[in-house]
């Protein structure tokens, strides 16, 4: 029964795993990155566009490890690979700063509501750049 709900809509029960894994890896970072966020804004007194960067850096270094060792299983990389995953980190990083932006200073929302919407956004943008990158 699950497995046929799973083949319904995955094109694999290996796919169905590696979003599971994926989504695993990636809700653990986001906490990481949210604690941190918080903690650097409200204890540390940093406004939040400048804490979201740093927190989304070092929520992105435990990611790449997490991803090619557990999620993809991708441990062998080429220069260009890691290449790739840097520029489209950084350009993840890009949506997540302008997502941010809009909602905190033109929508004028909360930044830690901001930040889940922008998570959202960039956890697209990664799974399949990301599985891209990885699986060539």
Not at 128 to 136: A, D, E, P, S
Request: aromatic share 20%; proline share 3%; charged share 10%.
């Amino acid at each position: 029964m699950i497995k046929k709900l799973i083949l319904k809509y995955f094109p694999s029960e290996e796919r169905f795993w590696e979003v599971f894994r994926f989504l695993l890896v990636g809700g653990g970072c986001f906490v990481l990155e949210y604690v941190l966020l918080y903690t650097l804004t409200e204890y540390g007194g940093l406004p939040p566009l400048y804490s979201a960067p740093i927190a989304f850096t070092v929520s992105l270094i435990l990611n790449y490890f997490l991803c090619v060792s557990f999620v993809f299983h991708a441990e062998h990389q080429s220069r260009s690979q890691v290449v790739l995953f840097v520029v489209t980190s950084l350009m993840g990083l890009g949506i997540n700063q302008v997502t941010m932006w809009i909602f905190i200073d033109l929508v004028g929302i909360w930044y830690m509501f901001a930040k889940v919407i922008a998570s959202a956004i960039v956890m697209i943008w990664n799974y399949f750049t990301k599985r891209f990158i990885l699986h060539h």
